[in-house]
């Protein structure tokens, strides 16, 4: 695992970890005062009252029914004592008096040892809450006879009911009472078995989601480590867009800016190597070309023989020799112009301006290579949007249009010197670059020959010096753009110099 994966988990962890601790601190606070609240001794000693209140109430309710009883058995007994004769239709008759003196009384019976002797019972039924019936019994003892009073007295149902439901109300409470310590224990141990699996949950995902990045963050840094040590070729897949699918692709443009500025710094320190050796050469050539000229010069006039052959001879050697000392002192002529040629000096200036002056170069550059006639080579110059603001070198730069101008109409006219060729020069720009591009319909260049013909004394032309392109090459890229080379659509070649436009960076 990465020191940069670690981060990110102990972040996510962190944060977990706060913010979930952080509610069970104070949700355990919030639960002890609720309990602080809720389960105190008042309220208990009210529950317990209750509970007692209601039990007194049954209480209460037993005794008035043995009151009843008792006087229910009173009345029998002294019925039965004063009457002469006791029949039972008569007893009946006063039980059914005392049932409705004694609403609570559902029903009387006399028995005589096993012997209903006399009864009577409310009917209907009474509607309404359910009842508990209990029966008293009441021994009495009249004229010898052994009677039993029995007096079923009834009680609603609902009043046993509520003295259970007082109680367990008080029993929950009073375990309440018991437990409320450790229950706040036991939600902070829940709470806190929560807040791990959380957070391993938390480091689960974490960990999946942030392997991918870290991996491809780990591939930049590698990918740069080479780079510090001077590997420029290496590209990285920018792939799926996420998070560092931009930072890969800065860091890509960012090595294809450095490749760009070394094969640019690479070009002109060769160049500036060619120029020495330019210099080196026109001077060595240029010193002994005067003697040599001068020797045959006195050779040819000091001769005072009378051999014609030999005279003829010495003329032709000295013809010869100043025609060659000619073509070498324009060699090296161009050579140390070459040597001497003087960095771009930059400054604003219209682009557009500058390629419609060349068009009055054309004529002396036919003239030049020796094109005549009417029309020889139709040279067409264009400028799309002006005014195309550019940090240049005027001289320079038009020296280096001029010179792939040069190339193209010779070109043509070469391949076509009766007619037909045509040359364009034309400017335009497109978001942050202008471009310059020459275009001709002559024979091209072979695919092979695309880099070669910017190298320094590469040339195909017998009089040629092969130094043309290479002067592109170097005052385009101080002018901080590049130059390229490929077909152009009619067959010829296309030259095209890309330029940063002004208030880009
Ligand atoms: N438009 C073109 N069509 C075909 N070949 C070209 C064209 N421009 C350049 N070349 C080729 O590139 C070579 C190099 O050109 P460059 O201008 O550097 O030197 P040169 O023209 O041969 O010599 P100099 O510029 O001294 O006259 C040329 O010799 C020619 O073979
Ligand atoms: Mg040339």
Redesign the pocket.
Known sequence: MSRFERKILFAIGLTVFLTLGGSIFFAQGALREVYRVGVNERFGQELVHGVEARRGQLVALRESSEQVADAIGWAVEAEVSEKASLRPRALEALLVKLLERYPDVRGVRVVDGDRLYAGASRKPEPKGDPLRATVRSRDISARGKNLRVEVEVVVPEIYFQRLQEAGEVADVYSRLQRESASVSDVYVWVFGVLVFLVIVVAFLIGAIASRRVTRRVTVLAEASRRVGAGDLTVSLPTGATDEVTELTQAFNDMVRDLRDSRTRIEYLQRIGAWQDFARRLAHEIKNPLTPIQLAAQEMDETYTGDDDGYREKLEHARAIIEEEVATLRRLVG?FSAFAKLPRADLSPADLCELIQSIQDSVPAILEDIGADGPAPVEVRVSCATRPMHVRMDPMMLRRGVD??L???I??VYRAKPTGGGRVLLRAHSVENSAFIEVL?N????ARE?WDR??DPY????V????????IVKKVVLEHGGEVSLDDAPEG??R?RIRLPLMGSS
């Open positions: 161009e010179n792939i040069r190339n193209a010779q070109a001709d002559g024979p091209g260049i020959d013909v910017f590469y040339t195909t032309k009089e040629g010096t092969g130094l043309g392109l290479a010829g070649a030259f």
